[in-house]
């Protein structure tokens, strides 16, 4: 099931994320389509993890750290989520403004990065190989989402767009400037 599942994410992920790209350079936004594509691409390495690990109590200091991490990565998903104050933006429904406030102050992706940390939090209480093959997967898939998204956002917010770029570092890092 597992190996079916990660082969289906690769697919899932393809097809998304060029048809996200597609839309976005015809339309300048997702369709319902769009947007269920992409909730699938990030829904099926999650899959994974649920069927790769088992819930239980923290034990050692390997969970904990995990449940740390974890709980850090919810934290800045949902400040991410919050700075944005459209629901269209966060389902990418809606350009909006150009977001540079809260942790967008110091990435350009903070709701990835946080998402990362918190499945990576949850891999770590029951860590396995599959695991370890969900966040890669998931990881990439982000990765690919980032550069779709960047190439919209250039078109729509032009040199706002990079400039906010060449303060703000696309993952996390110290800014390189005051912006």
């Not at 069927?51 to 449940?67: C, H, K, N, R, S």
């Not at 350009?108 to 891999?123: K, V």
């Amino acid at each position: 099931m597992l190996t079916y599942l990660c082969a289906l994410a690769i697919v899932v992920a393809a097809v998304a994320l060029l048809y996200a790209r597609r839309e976005y350079r015809l339309r300048g936004e997702l369709s319902v389509l769009g947007l269920a594509l992409l909730c699938a691409m990030i829904l099926v390495p999650n899959l994974v993890l649920e069927y790769a690990t088992t819930y239980e109590m923290p034990a050692t200091l390997l969970d904990y750290v995990g449940v740390a991490v974890g709980v850090v990565g919810i934290v800045l998903c949902l400040a991410s989520i919050v700075s944005f104050r459209s629901p269209l933006k966060v389902l990418c429904l809606d350009a909006g403004q150009l977001t540079r406030t809260g942790p967008y102050r110091w990435s350009r992706n903070p709701q990835y990065i946080g998402w990362f940390l918190f499945l990576l939090g949850f891999a770590l209480n029951d860590w396995s190989w599959w695991c370890f093959a969900a966040i890669v997967i998931i990881v990439t898939h982000l990765h690919l989402l980032v550069l779709v998204e960047e190439e919209h956002l250039r078109r729509i917010f032009g040199e706002r767009y990079i400039e906010y770029c060449r303060f703000v570092p696309r993952y996390f890092a110290w800014p390189r400037r005051k912006a």
